[in-house]
């Protein structure tokens, strides 16, 4: 979860007086210091999520007695505590949470409250009275040389503590800072957590800073004092062998040294390739100097248990039989034809040639077009595991290539991770909404997925935590995207688009019909004779309560309706039910969209365009409209750069052109062109527009309307051109549900149509034109 800040508006009034309250052990939470914190109880899990879904704010209270672990009450923890705005959480793989919170205020519980498996309570906030006296500032002065001191001699705290230290003003909390940064223990500092006032907090503090800086001055004599010529790692390996021996003469042998030999089998078991073994080797025999209670020795182990737990050599059989395949890809999808036939070439080279490299497939399409559902599919077609990783929102490159491990809690990378989830090193690998990557200062993914989407690198992908070579060669990846507008060119060129356009009225009825509605009605427990859509429900559904590309909407609909179905079978009302246009308003209520129909076009100035979204296709409304004055040309409707200059070409286009299309030429000296495009509230953005701003622009200065039924799209020129588009069948399916009955495109454009459904076809009549005078005489009414 993104990281976020806490808000420059919160005051200790603004904190809730009521909290939820987590419980931690062996530390101290001191307000305004950041802290992380690990979560690993359901109770205090639940307590954190529901925290993030509302204002972020916490109580934390010290645990009384450090040997209970679990099932707190109120009577084991201190009821002076602290409350903290959590900053980040990160859920991790092994059911732990992990938190950065920071401190805000000191309060005292007054009542504890149930009501959820976690306590909460009413708590009274603390104001401490800052005061500026000379003692206080003596004792400031005092406990920063103490504190100075401690940081020269302390070998884990870093010499930038200090000026950090040196810059807080408030006495407060210098002394809660310095607290929380040295060693002491948890009764100490809820002490110094408890006492309010100031100058028994500094005095209190300066006690222990002072108490601490003792210990290390003595620990450095004893250190100075027992130092010889025997270097320092010789001489401890040298008497951690002795000492093995002896454990091992007394039965006395500890669970981590059985656990060197398990790994050293392991090892050998595993049979990794070269560089995994000689690199696998080094850490363990850096493991076994190692004193099993430092943190060194857990992130080695750490490192070993991800080596040996990938599958290097770990491969699933390919089912390359392509009638079964065939079989598999109709079962589970209505249509996508292309698609379905590239898999079915795939798997024959495969079969032909078995050492082939991969395709890297990219199914791009509107929402709810069957992108994902189609890898795994693929997955099960060829016998293979499938493993899905979303891209959507990912802005570090290290989610791909994974931290180094000098990171404290490093981890592979994303690819790693689902890789030793697959349990297989050729599986079907989904690296889905890779149009939804972004890039800040942690790096740009996109930049990562360019190695593990060539063939001709990923055979020796690099992870920064594995740092050896894993081979990605034998991974079958396909990527999806809505949009290849945000793809770089660079990652765009590695992958083999393979385009999903929307479905049609008919191909949608047809998938309900034989695998949405079966699919609900087994999840929702009802047998197909008890609920019964007709055709003419299913295709209302479709027309009245949905507007998409693709069917995720529908399906929802038909979950409604099954979930109504359910519950009046559960009660007893009745077994049998029959879905159709008259009662399925009891269902899902009154049609959200009335029949779709093309906008009236019946005055001068309005002109209906296609455009394509992230969606699918869709129809817009340019309307035109003419004012006295000297201001030029208005644009409205929250327009991109690129339809503002398709406007302004229009414009530009048409004043050049006066006499040839009827206008007064001194119409412009004393008139202003206003060019608005409703539905504001979303964004407009393509050049696919132009055709019909020209088009809206003409039919206003000359009084002809445009022709009913009539929508077009094409981009434009000065020259009087028009220009292919993208998105083409997307945008005639868009015509074809608002009942378009004439479409003009460009006459690139053309080929296109090959792939649109016959019906659409029949239904619709294409003008194909060139130059944007055709496109002028088509689209408007002679006067």
């Not at 595993?270 to 430092?294: C, G, I, Q, W, Y």
């Not at 009638?323 to 999808?333: N, Y």
């Not at 931290?403 to 689902?418: K, N």
């Not at 909404?433 to 360019?450: M, V």
Request: glycine share 8%.
């Amino acid at each position: 979860m993104e990281e976020k800040p806490v808000p420059k508006n919160l005051k200790i009034e603004n904190i809730p007086q009521f909290l939820s309250m987590l419980p931690v052990m062996d530390t101290v939470l001191f307000p305004k210091m950041v802290f992380p914190i690990e979560v690993t109880s359901k109770e205090s899990i639940q307590l954190v999520e529901d925290a993030i879904g509302s204002d972020r704010i916490i109580g934390f209270l010290a645990v009384k007695n450090p040997e209970k672990k679990s099932g707190f009450k109120h009577g084991d923890l201190y009821t002076l505590g602290s409350s903290a705005f959590i900053l980040k959480m990160v859920k991790m793989e092994d059911s732990k949470t992990q938190l950065l919170v920071q401190g805000l205020n000191r309060f005292k519980v007054t009542s504890f409250h149930g009501g959820k498996p976690y306590l909460r309570g009413f708590v009274e906030h603390l104001r401490g009275i800052e005061a500026n006296d000379k003692e206080i500032e003596a004792i400031s002065y005092t406990i920063l040389g103490i504190f100075q001191a401690i940081v020269q001699l302390h070998p884990a705290l870093p010499p930038e503590i200090y000026p950090i230290a040196a810059s807080i003003k408030e006495p407060g909390t210098l002394a809660d800072m310095i607290v929380s940064t040295i060693n002491v223990s948890v009764h100490e500092a809820q002490k110094i957590l408890e006492t309010v006032d100031i100058k028994a907090r500094l005095k209190e503090a300066m006690r222990l800073a002072a108490q601490q800086l003792e210990f290390l001055e003595l620990g450095f004599k004893i250190h100075t004092r027992v130092k010889s010529d025997i270097d320092k790692q010789e001489r401890e390996y040298y008497l951690r062998e002795q000492l093995k021996a002896i454990r091992v003469e007394l039965g006395d042998v500890k669970k981590t040294d059985v656990n060197i030999e398990q790994y050293t089998k392991k090892i050998e078991e595993k049979k990794f390739p070269d560089e995994v073994a000689k690199e696998a080797h080094r850490e363990l025999n850096r493991l076994t100097r190692m004193n099993s209670s430092s943190a060194e020795f857990t992130v080695a182990l750490t490192y070993l248990d991800w080596l040996i737990t990938l599958p290097w050599h770990e491969s699933t059989q390919d089912n390359l039989d392509v009638r079964h395949a065939k079989k598999i890809l109709d079962q589970d999808h209505h249509g996508l034809g292309k698609p379905k036939q590239r898999i079915i070439e795939y798997l024959a080279v495969r079969k032909l040639r078995p050492d082939s490299k991969g395709p890297i497939l990219c199914f791009a399409g509107p929402p709810g077009t069957g992108k994902t559902s189609l890898g795994r599919s693929i997955a099960r077609a060829m016998g293979r595991n499938f493993v899905k990783m979303s891209l959507g929102g990912v802005r570090d490159e290290a989610e791909i290539r994974g931290h180094r491990r000098t990171y404290v809690g490093a981890l592979p990378g994303r690819i790693i991770q689902g890789l030793r989830r697959a349990g297989s090193n050729n599986p079907v690998f989904m690296l889905d909404e890779i149009d939804k990557t972004g890039k800040n200062f942690g790096g740009d993914p996109s930049s990562a997925l360019l190695e593990v989407l060539d063939p001709e690198q990923n055979h020796s992908f690099s992870d920064h935590y594995l740092d050896v070579a894993f081979d990605l060669s034998k991974v079958m990846f396909i990527t999806t995207a809505n949009t290849l507008y945000h793809i770089p060119e660079a990652l765009r060129d590695r992958m083999e688009i393979i385009g999903l356009s929307g479905y049609s009225l008919d191909e949608k009825a047809k998938i309900a019909k034989g695998y949405l509605i079966p699919r609900q009605l087994e999840g929702h427990g009802i047998n197909k004779d008890q609920l019964i859509f007709t055709p003419g429900a299913i295709r209302r559904v479709i027309s009245g309560y949905t507007r998409e590309a693709g069917v995720r909407n529908l399906e929802r609909e038909i979950a409604a309706i099954c979930r109504a179905a359910a519950s009046k079978i559960a009660e007893g009302e009745t077994q049998n039910f029959n879905i159709h246009v008259k009662n399925l308003s009891q269902y899902l209520g009154h049609p959200r969209f009335t029949s779709p129909s093309a906008v009236n076009t019946m005055v001068p100035g309005i002109a209906i365009g296609l455009a394509g979204t992230v969606a699918g296709g869709e129809i817009i409304t340019v309307e035109a409209f003419s004012m006295k004055g000297n201001q030029g040309l208005t644009l409205t409707g929250r327009l991109g750069e690129v339809m503002r200059e398709s406007a302004i070409t229009a414009l530009s286009y048409v004043r050049s052109n006066v006499a040839q299309l009827g206008i007064d030429e001194n119409f412009f000296d004393s008139h202003d062109i206003h060019i608005h495009i409703p539905r504001g509230s979303m964004e407009k953005e393509g050049s696919s527009a132009g055709l019909a701003v020209l088009v809206a622009i003409v039919s206003l200065l000359t009084g002809r309307i445009c022709k009913k039924n009539l929508a077009m799209t094409g981009e434009i020129s000065l020259r009087g051109q028009v220009l292919p588009v993208e998105s083409v069948i997307e945008k005639v399916l868009a015509a074809h549900r608002s009942n378009v009955k004439a479409v003009i495109l460009p006459k690139e454009n053309e080929k296109d149509l090959l792939e649109i459904p016959r019906k659409v076809h029949r239904a619709i009549r294409f003008y194909f034109v060139s130059r944007m005078s055709d496109a002028i005489k088509i689209a408007l009414t002679q006067k």
